[in-house]
C-alpha cells in the first residue's frame, strides 16, 4: 500500500478524469449508434444485433482484465481499453461497408448501453477502494458515479452533433455520423492519455498465475454475479440506443431532441449517486440497492402508454432520478466483502456476468421491436430488474459490509450501556 495521504488524491482523479473522458465517449455512441445505423438502413433486428455485437466486446474486454489486469498492470490495462475503444471509433469514421461497421463496433467495444459499464470500470472498481477508508469507500464510489454520469451528460449533448452539422453545414447525413466517431475516438484517446502517469501503487500483488477467489468469496461473488445477470439481461432490453430508437420511431424525435433529453438523463442519474451516499449511510448498502430500484422499473413501464411526447419524457426522466442509485452502492458493497487482493476478479466476475447479460438482450429486444410491439423492451426488462431487486434482498440482506458491522457493534454496545 502506498503513501495514501501524499499520493492517494493524485491517483484517484487521475481515474476521475480518464473516466469522466471515457464517459463522454459512451454517452455520444448511445444516442447517434442506432441512428447511424439506421441510416446505413438497418432494420430493428440487424440495430439489435449491432448493438449486442457491441456489448459482446465488451464482455470480451472485461473477461480479459479479469484474468490478466492485476499481472500485466493495471495502467497498462486502461491505456489499452481506451486505445482499442478509439480504433473501433476511428474505423466508424472511415467507413460505410456494413460489415467493416459490425466489426468495428465489436473490436471497439461500441457501447450502445449509454452507460459505461465496460472492462476499463472493473479496473477502477479495483483500484479506488485503495485511494481512501472503509468508511468513505460508498462516498468514493458516489463521486466516481457522479463524474461518470457527467461525462454521460456532456456525450448525450453531443449526440446533437450530427443534427447540427446537417443543418448548420448542410453536412450529408451518412457523414455527419462519422465526423462525430472521429470525436469520439478522440476522446477515447484522451481518456487513456489521462491514467499514463498513474503511480504503482494502485498495482497489487499476484500470490500466483492462477489466483482465485477464497471459497467464501466465491460463495458471495457467485450469487451476487448470478443475481447481477437477471439486472442486466433487463438492463439490454433499454439501452440508450434502443430507447432512442423508441422515441425516434413512436414521436418521430432526432439527434437535436434526443441529445438534451439524455443530458438531463445523466445529469438526474448523477445527482442520484450523491443522494445513494446519503441513504446508505442511513439504511445500508442492500436497502438502498432494492428500494430504490424497485419503484423505478414500475414507472417504466408507465412510458410506452403515455399519451403524448411530454407525459412520456416525464416520467422517463422520473424514473432515471432513481434508477442509478443501486449503481454506487453495488460497486461498493462487491469490493467491501472481499478481500482487498480479490477485488479486481470480484468486480471482473460480477461485470463480466453483467456484460454477457447486457450483448444478449439487445439482439432479443430487436426482433421483438420488429415483430411483438415497440415497445416489448418497456415491459419485459422492467419485469426482469423487479425479479432481480425481490431475489437481491432475500439473499444479502444479512451480509452487511465491514463499516455496516462496526455501526450495528457500536449501536449496540451503546444501547446496551443505556440500559
Not at 438502413?41 to 473477461?63: E, Q, V
Not at 471459497?215 to 439490454?236: E, H, I, N, Y
Not at 437481491?392 to 443505556?418: D, I, K, M, N, W
Request: proline share 5%; net charge positive; charged share 15%.
Amino acid at each position: 500500500m502506498w503513501n495514501r495521504e501524499r499520493e492517494s488524491h493524485p491517483q484517484r482523479w487521475r481515474i476521475f478524469l480518464s473516466a469522466g473522458l471515457r464517459a463522454v465517449a459512451v454517452g455520444l455512441s448511445g444516442v447517434i449508434l442506432s441512428l447511424h445505423l439506421a441510416t446505413l438502413a438497418f432494420n430493428p433486428s440487424r440495430i439489435g444485433l449491432t448493438i449486442a455485437l457491441g456489448l459482446t466486446g465488451c464482455a470480451l474486454g472485461t473477461l480479459v482484465v479479469t484474468g490478466l489486469a492485476d499481472r500485466v498492470g493495471r495502467r497498462r490495462s486502461l491505456v489499452a481499453l481506451a486505445w482499442g475503444m478509439s480504433v473501433g471509433g476511428l474505423l466508424l469514421a472511415g467507413s460505410a461497408s456494413s460489415p467493416v461497421v459490425m466489426l468495428a463496433v465489436f473490436i471497439g467495444m461500441v457501447n450502445g448501453m449509454g452507460r459505461d459499464r465496460g472492462a476499463s470500470m472493473t479496473v477502477e472498481q479495483a483500484i479506488l477502494p485503495q485511494t481512501t477508508t472503509s468508511a468513505e469507500r460508498t462516498k468514493v464510489f458516489a463521486w466516481y458515479n457522479v463524474i461518470v454520469d457527467a461525462g454521460h451528460a456532456v456525450g448525450s449533448l453531443l449526440g446533437s452533433v450530427p443534427a447540427l452539422l446537417r443543418q448548420q453545414f448542410h453536412v450529408p447525413a451518412l457523414e455527419s455520423y462519422q465526423w462525430t466517431w472521429g470525436l469520439y475516438s478522440v476522446l477515447c484517446l484522451l481518456a487513456g492519455a489521462s491514467v499514463v502517469k498513474l503511480s504503482r501503487g494502485i498495482e497489487v500483488a499476484v500470490r500466483s498465475p492462477t489466483q482465485s477467489l477464497s471459497p467464501a468469496s466465491r460463495q458471495v461473488v457467485a450469487k451476487f454475479a448470478g443475481l447481477s445477470t437477471l439486472d442486466s439481461l433487463g438492463g439490454g432490453f433499454l439501452t440508450t440506443a434502443l430507447v432512442s430508437y423508441w422515441f425516434f420511431q413512436r414521436f418521430g424525435v432526432d439527434e437535436a431532441f434526443l441529445g438534451p433529453l439524455f443530458f438531463l438523463v445523466r445529469i438526474l442519474n448523477g445527482l442520484s449517486h450523491l443522494g445513494a451516499a446519503w441513504l446508505a449511510r442511513r439504511i445500508g448498502l442492500v436497502n438502498t440497492m432494492v428500494w430504490t430500484h424497485l419503484p423505478s422499473s414500475l414507472l417504466l413501464m408507465t412510458v410506452p402508454i403515455a399519451p403524448n411526447l411530454t407525459v412520456a419524457v416525464v416520467l422517463f426522466l422520473i424514473r432515471e432520478a432513481l434508477v442509478e442509485m443501486d449503481v454506487p452502492t453495488r460497486q461498493s458493497y462487491i469490493v467491501a466483502v472481499v478481500k482487498e487482493d480479490e477485488r479486481t476478479r470480484a468486480s471482473g466476475i460480477t461485470n463480466l456476468t453483467r456484460g454477457v447479460a447486457w450483448a444478449v438482450a439487445p439482439a432479443i429486444a430487436g426482433p421483438l421491436m420488429r415483430t411483438v410491439s415497440l415497445s416489448a423492451p418497456f415491459l419485459i426488462g422492467p419485469g426482469l430488474k423487479i425479479a432481480y431487486d425481490l431475489l437481491l434482498y432475500r439473499a444479502f440482506r444479512q451480509l452487511t459490509p465491514p463499516e455496516e458491522r462496526r455501526l450495528s457493534r457500536v449501536a449496540g454496545c451503546s444501547h446496551g450501556e443505556g440500559n
